[in-house]
C-alpha cells in the first residue's frame, strides 16, 4: 500500500521503509552517473525533500532528465536513510509521473536570491520561494493562534460587517460601495441621491469592526473579530495598505489597565506561538532578513512593558535634542520615527504610551478627568513602532453624545450606538492589532506588501 504524506509530516516522522507517493513542485535537479537527484517541495515546510530516480526508470531519458525548477510532479517510491549530509532520509522512486512542465528558458525563478521588489513583480508565483513560502506558513500559524488565545479564555468570535454605514474612525478614509451606474448618478438638489442605490443610503468598506463588535460585548461580555479591514489612505510606504486584517476584542466590565493587560498577555503569546511552531521558518529570517530578531522576542516575552502617558512621551522626545523629520510637541500625533526612537533607543523593549489628548483621537474613547486627554492606549515594538491601539469606551451617554457633536459628527447617524449608553452601559475597553504589522514583527521583513498574499496599495490592485 502506497501512502501520501506532506513532505513535513515525512521529514518529522521519517517512516523509513513505507512506500510513500509524494507530490509537489522541483526545487532542482542535479545528474549523477546513471541517477537524477530531484529536490521537490510541496509547500508544508522550508526543506524540501530529496527524490532519487536511476536511469531504470522508464521515462528517465524523456522526461525525468528534462525536469527543470517549477516543473510539477508526482513521485512514488520507498523512504530509506539518506548517506549524504544536511538530510536524513530520502525517497528512491520507482514511479514518477510530471503533473506540469515549467519551461526554464521563461520561467522567473531559479534557485537563486531573488529581491523582494522583483518578486512583487511576479506576486502569483513568489508563493514557491523560500521567503515567502515562509511568511505563508507563518501568517497561517498566527491566525490560528489567534483563535486560540481567545477561544482559550471564553471569548466569541463576531462576524462583523465588512460594508458599512459608521464610520468608526471618523477620518473619512473610506471607500464607498455603490450599484449605481458611475455614468448616469441619479441627483437631488446637486447632490447624488443614495434612496434608488442597494442599500437606500451610503454604504462603505469597514475601517474597523468595533462600534459592531460593542453590541455584542453589551450582551456577551467578552469577543473579538478578526477580519479585513479597508483604508482609502493615499499612503504608498512601507507600512501602508489600502486592505489589512485587524484582531479586535471588546470586553466589558473592563477599564484601560485591564485593556493593556490583555493587549500585553496577546502578544507575548503570538510570539510565543510562532517561536514554539515555525522555528525553522524564523532562522530562515534571522539569517537572512533580521540578524536582530531572537533580541527583539527577548524584549517582548522576557519582561514587562515599559508604561508612559503621552506627556511623559513628548518630554522624552523634547529632550532627545534629536532633529525629528515630523517635529514633536504636546498635541500632535507620534510617527514612526518617534515610536521607534522610545523603543529602540530610550527604553530598548516595548512600551506602552497612554492618556493621549482627545483632539487626536477618535470619538469614542473615554474623556478623562481633565478633559484634556482620553483613556487611550498605544503599544509600540521595536522595529515596528505602533502595533495595538485602543482604549477604555467611553460609556456615558451625554459625555459620548458631546464628543460627537464636537468632532462633527451627527448623533442622530449613531443612535444605536448611543442606545447601548441608554439601556445597561458598563464600562469596557478594547484594542485593534494589526495582524500584518504582527507578521512583519515575527519575520523581521521590511514591507508590509510582503507578508499579505495581494497587496491592496494606491494604483495597484492585481488579482
Known sequence: MVKHLRIQQVLQDKPVGENLEIKGWVKTRRDGKGLSFLEV??????????IIAD???PNYNEEIKKL??????RAFGSLVESPAKGQEVELHANEIYVFGWADPETYPLQKKRHSFEFLRSISHLRPRTNSLGAVTRIRSTLSYAVHQFFQERGFFQIHTPIITTSDCEGAGEMFSVTALDLNDLPTEKGKVSFERDFFGQPANLTVSGQLEAEIYALSHSNVYTFGPTFRAENSNTSRHLAEFWMVEPEMAFCDLDGDVKVAEEFLKYLVKHALENCREDIDLFAKF???ELFSKFSAVLESDFIR???SEAIDRLEESGRDFEFPISWGTDLQSEHERYLTEEV???PVVVTDYPKTIKPFYMRVNDDDKTVAAMDILLPGIGEIVGGSQREERYDVLSARMEETGLNPDEYKWYLDLRRFGSVPHAGFGLGFERMI????????IRDVIPFPRTPGSAEF
Open 289 to 291: 532578513v533580521d540578524k
Open 55 to 57: 536511469q531504470g526508470l
Open 347 to 349: 527604553f530598548k523593549k
Open 41 to 50: 517541495s510541496d509547500g508544508s515546510c522550508l526543506t524540501g525533500l530529496q
Open 308 to 310: 508612559i502617558t503621552y
Open 68 to 73: 527543470s525548477t517549477g516543473c510539477a510532479v
Open 440 to 447: 512583519l514583527f515575527i519575520t523581521g521583513m521590511y514591507n
